[in-house]
């Protein structure tokens, strides 16, 4: 399957869903908008959601992404219970749901962490794997006519680990020392 047949697919396939739920919705009087929410984020969104790593990169085009918001749009105004003149991001705001590119991009980058790429964003790490902060530190040397001010201070916090301080370091000709 080709992108172009797999966003297809989704679409046809989440469009038919949302139908069925709202010709049976009209039966029995329609369904709440907390109901509605449920059902999207259950059904409809992870099958948005489904491959979204592998074919991420072609959202940059705008017929992709455009069927994509068409989907989420159709759900919204259902559980909106709103006009279709409404626009995407309105109806997206009334119903707190976040747009189906951000939420792509979402699922994406959780992937992205929990598969073995997570050295690209902060986690918690032992005490013992911590870089010791003389060993980050990179010296800028100055110019002739400007002069530098360090100044350390402490906030007087302590615990087993050790006391807790900083650095301050300004730089300038024309500043005075603090």
């Known amino acids: 399957m080709t992108f172009r047949e797999h966003i297809t697919y989704i679409e046809g396939k989440c469009a038919k869903l ?4 709202a010709k049976s919705a009209k039966i029995t009087w329609g369904l709440k908008h907390k109901a509605l929410k449920t059902i999207y984020t259950g059904a409809i969104l992870p099958l948005l959601l489904y491959g979204a790593p592998v074919w991420k990169r072609v959202l940059n085009s ?5 069927k994509l918001v068409r ?4 759900i919204n105004i259902k559980i909106a219970k709103a006009y279709h003149t409404v626009s995407n991001e309105a109806l997206c705001i009334i ?9 792509i991009e979402e699922a994406t980058n959780y992937y992205a962490v929990t598969k073995g790429e997570g050295y ?13 902060p003389a060993k980050d530190i990179t010296i800028i040397e100055g110019q002739d006519d ?3 001010y360090i100044q350390a201070y402490t906030d007087g916090s302590k615990n087993e680990a ?8 300004f730089a300038g000709g024309n500043q005075k020392k603090p």
């Open 18 to 21: 949302i139908f069925s739920l």
């Open 62 to 66: 705008s017929c992709y992404k455009d």
């Open 71 to 74: 989907i989420q749009r159709l």
């Open 95 to 103: 119903t707190g749901l976040m747009p189906i590119n951000i939420k």
């Open 120 to 132: 690209l964003y902060d986690r918690e790490m032992d005490i013992k794997n911590w870089i010791h």
């Open 146 to 148: 400007s002069t530098h």
């Open 162 to 169: 050790g006391v807790g301080s900083g650095i301050a370091v």
